[in-house]
């Protein structure tokens, strides 16, 4: 079974909208980390928003935010007011304890390609 | 504030040749590893290392070689290119063994095996 399920391979949203990236994980482990990446075309992964399962609080960074509903083993992304910069890949990635311990794996989702229209 | 660099950013082989895509981080990080990215699909981890003289296999290692000698440098070896390796290479490092650490990445190495 996958442990990162982004459901949407594709979405556009119009330029100064808010859109939401779907993220759902599987883990038995009490302890972990949900973090979401954003890849532009230039190829670099870029690190925006992290949540550990212990977290009480959604986690924000600027437009960013995560919707954490941890009964449904869900992470979704929000990005408020899209910008056209905003183009790019999204990867969601899990941590676990046992991850962890064996090094610094990370797991992946296959990614939402986010179009932002203007 | 170099962060951890890839060398070379773009190679071409030829099926059976043998090549090291070099990764140095100046972060003095202790957790290292190699991932791969094929088109359309998120990055799986390849090897990885939590220090000098240590390295382990992750999901996809077949067909590749580490080595760790120093903190700063983790090298991964092709040992006989294959068009099935043909991917997108990301280092990452990071100094947090725990499950909040995040992961610094390179900027890639795109390798294609003809």
Not at chain 1, 73 to 102: P, W
Not at chain 2, 54 to 78: A, C, K
Request: aromatic share 12%; proline share 4%; glycine share 10%.
């Amino acid at each position: 079974a996958q442990k990162i399920t982004q459901t949407q391979p594709g979405m556009f949203v119009q330029e100064k909208e808010a859109v939401t990236l779907d993220c759902t994980y599987d883990t038995s482990d009490p302890s972990y980390g949900l973090f979401w990446y954003k890849q532009p075309s230039s190829g670099e992964m870029i690190f925006l928003i992290y949540q550990g399962s212990y977290d009480q609080q959604n986690a924000t960074e600027g437009r960013y935010s995560l919707n954490f509903q941890k009964a449904r083993k869900s992470a979704n992304l929000v990005i408020s007011a899209s910008q056209l910069g905003d183009s790019a890949m999204y990867f969601c990635a899990m941590r676990e304890v046992a991850g962890a311990n064996a090094g610094n794996m990370l797991t992946f989702g296959g990614g939402t390609r986010l179009m932002v229209k203007p | 504030n170099a962060g951890v660099t890839q060398t070379p950013k773009f190679q071409v082989l030829k099926t059976g040749q043998s090549m090291t895509l070099q990764c140095a981080q100046d972060m003095n990080h202790e957790y290292m590893s190699w991932y791969r990215q094929d088109p359309g699909m998120g990055l799986r981890l390849i090897h990885y290392s939590v220090g000098a003289g240590i390295t382990d296999q992750g999901e996809v290692p077949n067909g590749y070689n580490v080595s760790r000698s120093t903190t700063e440098d983790f090298p991964l070896r092709l040992l006989s290119a294959a068009p099935s390796q043909t991917s997108v290479y990301f280092c990452a490092s990071s100094y947090d063994p725990t499950v909040t650490g995040e992961l610094f990445f390179g900027e890639g190495s795109r390798l294609t095996v003809l």
